[in-house]
């Protein structure tokens, strides 16, 4: 017997759980404030990326989504300093957005698996 026995992982695995870990540090490293986390909340709300979705009205979906990206984009100018660090940020903010996606995958396919090791 092992003393992890009667441990498994949340994820479906060892891997996704330790991916999982890490998208969640990329967070971490966008620096949000109340304002910048609230904008990229609605960026992230207003996604209609998702075929699965079927929105009757993608279109003012994507058009909000879209002002909420400009807005970010101006606070984000105004936040830190020169057009270069803005510019850098707002790449950061859109790749964590679309890892959003991928740790939603994650956890919506969680399983428990035991870890039985003799």
């Known amino acids: 017997m092992s003393?992890?026995?009667?441990?498994?992982?949340?994820a479906g695995g060892d891997d996704e759980q330790t991916k999982y870990a890490k998208l969640m540090g990329r967070i971490g490293d966008l620096r949000l404030d109340i304002s910048s986390a609230s904008i990229f909340t609605m960026v992230t709300l207003f996604s209609a990326d998702d075929p699965k979705l079927?929105?009757?009205h993608s279109a003012a979906v994507k058009s909000a989504q879209d002002k909420y990206k400009a807005l970010l984009y101006k606070y984000l100018r105004h936040t830190r300093g020169s057009r270069e660090k803005a510019v850098a940020a707002y790449q950061d903010f859109m790749s964590v957005a679309a890892n959003l996606k991928e740790m939603s995958e994650i956890i919506s396919k969680r399983t428990i698996m035991p870890s039985l090791v003799v």
């Open 3 to 10: 003393w992890n026995q009667f441990f498994s992982s949340w």
């Open 54 to 56: 079927a929105l009757e």
